[in-house]
Structures are given as structure tokens and as C-alpha cells.
């Protein structure tokens, strides 16, 4: 099965950080807005997951994101795509909260966890940041 498979399933009933831009719209606003009904419902399984379109330029980062990981994969150490990571601290018992982070490293010697995010973006870095 395809990484992204096991990402978009992860959706149903959780909630990630893409999501970060919906809740903060929720919370400014003191409602929830009718462009967040189709996420906050698939989060809460009421509707199924339809996927979006994916563009060439998105397309492009998961190609450019998945060669990243084999090419650190090949070189040793180990790495893993695209986990999924549940918080214990957030998570309620109606709402995970998820992380899915690009490439992660684990260093058992040195005790050290790299987590990479690959971004491909028209913007500059200081505005990806």
C-alpha cells in the first residue's frame, strides 16, 4: 500500500497539523464557518474522505520528498517515511491528534530523534517558515 494511503486513512477521526488553519479559523471566529464542515466532518467520520486534486507542483514535491528518503534510507541509519504519530497529551476519546512528519531518523546510540519536513513552495524560505 502506498505511504499516502495510510495517511489519508489516518484522517477519519483525527486531526493533524494541515488542520492547524481550520482550528485557528474556529477559534478566531467563535463558530465553526461553513468551509470547515467537510474536514471537521471527516475528522469525526461522519462523511468519507474524498480526495482533493493533486497539481503537478504537488505531485512534484512528493516525488522530490519520497527520492529524499530513499537517497537517506541507502546511506544507512535509521529512517522512517511518513509515520504515524498519535498525542497522548491531546487525544480525547472522541479526536486523535496526529502528526504524519516527513522523514524521521532514530539515533538509538546517541538517544536523538530528526524529525525533516520537505517543503517545495513558490515562497521564499523566511516566508515558508
Known amino acids: 500500500m502506498d505511504y499516502k494511503d495510510e495517511i489519508k486513512k489516518s484522517r477519519i477521526g483525527a486531526l493533524g497539523g494541515s ?7 474556529v477559534a478566531n471566529l467563535g463558530y465553526v464557518p461553513n ?9 469525526k467520520g461522519l462523511i468519507p474522505f474524498e480526495e482533493k486534486p493533486v497539481t503537478s507542483a504537488m505531485a512534484f514535491g512528493d516525488f522530490i520528498e519520497q527520492s529524499i ?3 537517506l534510507s541507502a546511506s544507512g541509519g535509521d529512517y522512517e517515511s511518513n509515520p504515524c504519530w498519535k ?3 491531546y487525544s ?3 479526536i ?8 524521521v531518523r532514530y539515533d538509538e546510540q546517541k538517544k536523538v530523534v530528526q524529525v525533516f519536513e520537505c517543503k517545495a513552495t513558490q515562497f521564499p ?4 517558515k
Not at 468551509?35 to 475528522?43: F, G
Not at 524560505?125 to 515558508?128: D, F, L, R
Open 19 to 25: 488542520d492547524a488553519a481550520t482550528l485557528l479559523r
Open 35 to 43: 468551509s470547515a464542515y467537510e474536514r471537521l466532518a471527516v475528522a
Open 69 to 71: 528518503f530513499e537517497h
Open 87 to 89: 498525542s497522548e497529551k
Open 92 to 94: 480525547r476519546k472522541n
Open 96 to 103: 486523535n491528534l496526529i502528526c504524519h512528519p516527513d522523514i
Open 125 to 128: 524560505v523566511n516566508v515558508t
